[in-house]
């Protein structure tokens, strides 16, 4: 994995929210899919991690939003949590697996990334949390890979074409379209596995045997949480 994608872990992240500006308006759920590589270089979907979200104070809600994803935030059997506990529990588990595969960072997979990452963003910084184990604008679009390998975008006939299974009754739940995300993505990975191995062996026939260097503090950031010794520099992108 530490070479796959340069040093960065794939994590897909799905949310489900009260409407679609960042600033204002609810996290209503939040579900985190953790990529797996075996010994050939083939990925696969792994843990998934989901919770439902409780509204900040002021949050906006919505009602067309609400009428697709079909949550009621109020309801009184729903387990939310504040935002700020359910992104300190996902991103445990995502320090723990930066540590697992020896990555740096986490790079956010999403489909239609952008809009994930912007509400993951807002959140931390409503929240506070001072140690986000994901790149702050770097991501990989499930929509565009499909778009490009399968010639969709949309989530749903994408997976069909991929041969992936579809519930149409299960959309719009952020563990169910994580899920489904993860599953593309594998597969669009996989099968561009000769593309990679050909890219690989330029690499290292260009002499690039390691990987861009962060420094030991921005590492140790990432995968722990601990705050760094000195500042780190400027983040650079994935690409």
């Known amino acids: 994995m530490l070479r796959r994608f340069r040093g960065f872990l794939p994590v897909v992240i799905d949310v489900e929210t009260g409407g679609f500006l960042p600033a204002t308006d609810a996290l209503l759920q939040i579900a985190a899919v953790l990529i797996q590589i075996d010994a050939s270089g083939r990925l696969s979907r792994g843990e998934s991690i989901s919770y439902h979200v409780r509204p900040f104070e002021g949050a906006r809600l919505d009602p067309a939003s609400l009428q697709v994803n079909r949550i009621d935030p109020w309801h009184p059997l729903r387990p939310a949590i504040d935002e700020g506990d359910a992104l300190q529990r996902i991103f445990r588990h995502v320090r723990a697996a930066i540590r697992l ?6 790079v956010l997979v999403g489909h239609n990334a952008a809009f994930d990452l912007a509400f993951l963003n807002a959140a931390v910084e409503r929240a506070h949390v001072k140690r986000n184990p994901f790149h702050p604008f770097s991501c990989f679009d499930t929509a565009t890979l499909a778009g490009a390998a399968l010639g969709q975008t949309v989530l749903a006939k994408a997976s069909m074409l991929a041969g992936l299974e579809w519930d149409k009754s299960r959309a719009h739940s952020a563990s169910y379209d994580a899920e489904r995300a993860a599953d593309l993505f594998c597969s669009v990975c996989n099968e561009l596995a000769a593309s990679y191995a050909r890219a690989d062996e330029k690499a ?9 260097c962060e420094t030991p503090e921005e590492v140790e950031d990432a995968a722990t949480g601990e705050p760094a010794t000195v500042d780190p520099p400027a983040e650079g992108s994935v690409s």
């Open 204 to 212: 290292r026939a260009l002499g690039w045997h390691t990987l861009p």
């Open 101 to 106: 595969h020896g990555c740096r960072r986490a």
